[in-house]
């Protein structure tokens, strides 16, 4: 027992240290991988019988379903971007919500595989143009819910997609009732 005597509780001297997987791969990262980069978001969706039903694009690359988006500009609030990005990608214009319904993460396809932070913002969608800007680029289609989780294939967005279903049909409930 003797032999614990003299040796000092470093635990109280030492900074507290966390080591996680980006720490330890930072000096051999770029910037762009470190910091996400964000970026904004439409989810554009227009109720059928009272049952929201999305609109999906592709991605330009890869040929993925996806909501339209796209990086910030420093004139625009992140809501007026996603909707300046669902008129250039995939022609629909409508209200759009201020409040993000979530966020996602996606990966550019760019050299340095840059990992983007996206903000989502709903798009209840009133016009829908014949020709938009990207129309030559991307293919649109509107699905009912289950679809449009499959097509987008990824988990996060899929949540957004249940929240915004969840409030439109609560928005059409609401809306019915004051009709009556």
Request: glycine share 6%; charged share 25%.
């Amino acid at each position: 027992m003797g032999y614990n005597r003299g040796i000092v509780n470093r635990q109280d001297k030492m900074p507290e240290t966390r080591l996680t997987l980006t720490s330890l791969l930072s000096p051999w990262m770029s910037e762009a991988v470190q910091a996400p980069t964000r970026q904004s978001a439409a989810v554009p969706y227009r109720l059928v019988d009272g049952q929201p039903v999305f609109l999906l694009i592709t991605s330009r690359r890869s040929g993925r379903w996806i909501f339209p988006k796209g990086g910030l500009e420093p004139n625009l609030e992140p809501w007026e971007n996603a909707a300046k990005e669902a008129l250039e990608e995939a022609g629909v214009e409508g209200d759009m919500g201020t409040v993000p319904l979530g966020h996602y993460r996606s990966v550019l396809s760019d050299a340095a595989h840059t990992v983007v932070r996206v903000a989502a913002y709903p798009l209840h969608v009133r016009s829908q143009r014949e020709a938009w800007d990207e129309k030559g680029e991307r293919h649109r289609h509107w699905a009912v819910l289950p679809e449009a989780k499959r097509l987008l294939n990824d988990s996060e967005m899929a949540r957004i997609a249940d929240r915004l279903a969840q409030r439109a049909v609560n928005l059409a409930l609401e809306h019915q009732g004051r009709k009556q």
